[in-house]
Structures are given as structure tokens and as C-alpha cells.
């Protein structure tokens, strides 16, 4: 499960993404829901109205709808200068740290495997083991304590 921190991040850099030239400026958010592959709807409003609050993003809220909901969004020129520069959006919505390294791990571990004399699809079943592992929360867990004991030299 994501935290809030982490929902809004991928927010601004999917609408990011969009408003790159070409895109339309506005975003409609249940489609934003479906792109991102978020599963509490309510948390997702939540995030959206608190972007919206902090002037993150453009939108109209409707007033007599369930808190939140928008039916268009667009970065402001606030939540571009956040999303175009890593550092703000570090500073501003942090990553979870374990989350970060076992992704870096992930990433490390692919270059590594494509060298790896092994069949391609033999490959691809050992690195699809290992994301499924990642993706559950006892997963990512063990993949922490690892990666963090052998960080320490342990």
C-alpha cells in the first residue's frame, strides 16, 4: 500500500506525463485513477483535493459530490516546477526509502540478469518471481531487512 506522500507523487508525474506538448492540458481524474492502478478510491480523492488545496493542481471541485472529486485536473505552474525538478518533489512528497531500494535493487538486478547466460523466457520467469515478491508487503519486508543488512556489511 502506498502512502499518501507516494499516491500524490505519481499524481504530478502522470500529469506531468500529459501536459507534455501535444497533450491536452486537462486530465480527466477517473482516468488518472485507471492510468495510475490505485485501489482506494477515497484516499485518491483525498489526494486530489489536497493537491488541489496546496495548488499542486488546477480543477473544479463539484460541490455536490463526494469531497474531493474533480472531473478534470492540470498541473498549475506550481506542481510543474515540483514535478520537473527531483529534488522539490523529493522535498515536497517523499518516496518511501525501503520502497525506493528495493526498486533500485530491482532495476540493478535486471541489468545484472540480461547478462546472465540463461534462456530469455527463463529470464523473464526468475525476474517476474522477484517483482511478485516485491509487490507483497511481507515481500518487500524481507527484501528490505536483506538489502538493508547487506548495506550495513552484514
Same mark, same amino acid.
Given at each position: 500500500?502506498?502512502?499518501?506522500?507516494? @499516491? *500524490?507523487?505519481?499524481?504530478?508525474?502522470?500529469? &506531468?506525463?500529459?501536459? *507534455?506538448? %501535444? !497533450?491536452? !492540458?486537462?486530465?480527466?481524474?477517473? !482516468?488518472?485513477?485507471? =492510468?495510475?492502478?490505485? #485501489?482506494?478510491?477515497? +484516499? &485518491?480523492? #483525498?489526494?486530489? =483535493?489536497?493537491?488541489?488545496?496546496? !495548488? &499542486?493542481?488546477? %480543477?473544479?471541485?463539484v460541490p455536490y459530490m463526494r469531497?474531493?472529486?474533480?472531473? *478534470?485536473? =492540470?498541473?498549475? /505552474?506550481? %506542481?510543474? /516546477? @515540483?514535478?520537473?525538478?527531483? +529534488?522539490?518533489?523529493? *522535498?515536497?512528497f517523499p518516496g518511501d526509502p525501503a520502497r525506493? /531500494?528495493?526498486e533500485a535493487f530491482l532495476k540493478s538486478y535486471r541489468l545484472e540478469l540480461e547478462k546472465a547466460l540463461v534462456a530469455d523466457e527463463e529470464k523473464e520467469r526468475i525476474f517476474l518471481h522477484l517483482e511478485r515478491l516485491a509487490s507483497h508487503p511481507v515481500g518487500m519486508r524481507v527484501l528490505e531487512k536483506v538489502l538493508t543488512s547487506r548495506e550495513a556489511g552484514g
Open positions: 500500500m502506498m502512502t499518501p506522500s507516494e @499516491v *500524490r507523487r505519481k499524481i504530478l508525474l502522470a500529469l &506531468y506525463e500529459h501536459s *507534455r506538448p %501535444g !497533450e491536452g !492540458e486537462y486530465l480527466d481524474t477517473s !482516468e488518472l485513477f485507471k =492510468r495510475l492502478k490505485l #485501489e482506494d478510491l477515497v +484516499e &485518491y480523492w #483525498e489526494d486530489i =483535493r489536497y493537491l488541489h488545496d496546496e !495548488e &499542486y493542481v488546477d %480543477g473544479t471541485p469531497q474531493g472529486y474533480m472531473p *478534470r485536473v =492540470r498541473l498549475t /505552474a506550481k %506542481g510543474l /516546477a @515540483v514535478a520537473e525538478d527531483p +529534488e522539490k518533489l523529493d *522535498r515536497a525506493h /531500494a528495493v
